[in-house]
């Protein structure tokens, strides 16, 4: 079983900076890429930012220049440091994890997420 527990959401202002944090939890061999992805309400989920093992990045067009995405191999956690925050920006925020489980078996998991409003 892979777990992904997301913290860090809540209310913020425009303007102003938040970070979330996700940790990977379970019998893992090791992890790959790690993400975040986000779902504003009445649209369907889509990518924020994705980082893979050995550190490359890539980013919605939208929140390059504002989020970066970093990660902990040790603590096998990634984060989200968002800033200059916008409105349009509120959403559910979810974590995605893929890698190999002790047992071999490859896993593609999501964290539960947590909610970001942006808003004065």
């Known amino acids: 079983q892979v777990q992904l527990e997301e913290s860090g959401g809540g209310l913020v202002q425009p303007g102003g900076p938040l970070r979330l944090s996700c940790e990977v939890d379970?019998?893992?061999?090791?992890?790959?890429?790690m993400g975040w992805y986000r779902r504003a309400p009445g649209k369907q989920r889509e990518l924020v930012a994705r980082i893979t093992r050995d550190g490359s990045t890539n980013y919605a067009d939208s929140v390059k220049d504002r989020f970066t995405i970093s990660r902990d191999n040790a603590k096998n956690t990634v984060y989200l440091q968002m800033n200059s925050l916008k409105p349009e920006d509120t959403g559910d925020y979810f974590c995605n994890a893929q890698g190999i489980r002790t047992s071999f078996i490859r896993f593609d998991s999501w964290g539960q997420g947590t909610q970001v409003t942006v808003s004065s």
């Open positions: 379970g019998t893992i061999s090791i992890i790959n890429d």
